[in-house]
Nanobody, 115 residues
Framework: QVQLVESGGGLVQAGESLRLSCAAS????????MSWYRQAPGKQRELVAR???????NYADSVKGRFTISRDNAKNTVYLQMNSLKPEDTAVYYC?????????WGQGTQVTVSS
């Protein structure tokens, strides 16, 4: 049974930081690209950051320079360090794993940034 469990969300003020974690089980973590997506109320889900099996990363333009994605294959965990948070970063953040054959999603964690 595949499980992706996000944690670390919460309510912060603009300019503060949060670190999200996503612990994976039931998959061979090291062969999965891992991503963070977010969905704000009334908006489509969007890709925030992605890290490949070779540790290559890419980011949405809106978070470049503020967010950092990383992974620890020994812990089957992917992280999203979010600095200089803005109210427009408010959303539910989802972790996703992907191979050529499968994609799995976590249930999401709420991030709320107050101005």
């Amino acid at each position: 049974q595949v499980q992706l469990v996000e944690s670390g969300g919460g309510l912060v003020q603009a300019g503060e930081s949060l670190r999200l974690s996503c612990a994976a089980s039931g998959i061979i973590f090291s062969i999965n690209a891992m991503s963070w997506y977010r969905q704000a109320p009334g908006k489509q889900r969007e890709l925030v950051a992605r890290i490949t099996t070779e540790y290559s990363t890419n980011y949405a333009d809106s978070v470049k320079g503020r967010f950092t994605i990383s992974r620890d294959n020994a812990k089957n965990t992917v992280y999203l360090q979010m600095n200089s948070l803005k109210p427009e970063d408010t959303a539910v953040y989802y972790c996703a794993s992907q191979t050529a054959f499968n994609r799995y999603w976590g249930q999401g964690t709420q991030v709320t940034v107050s101005s």
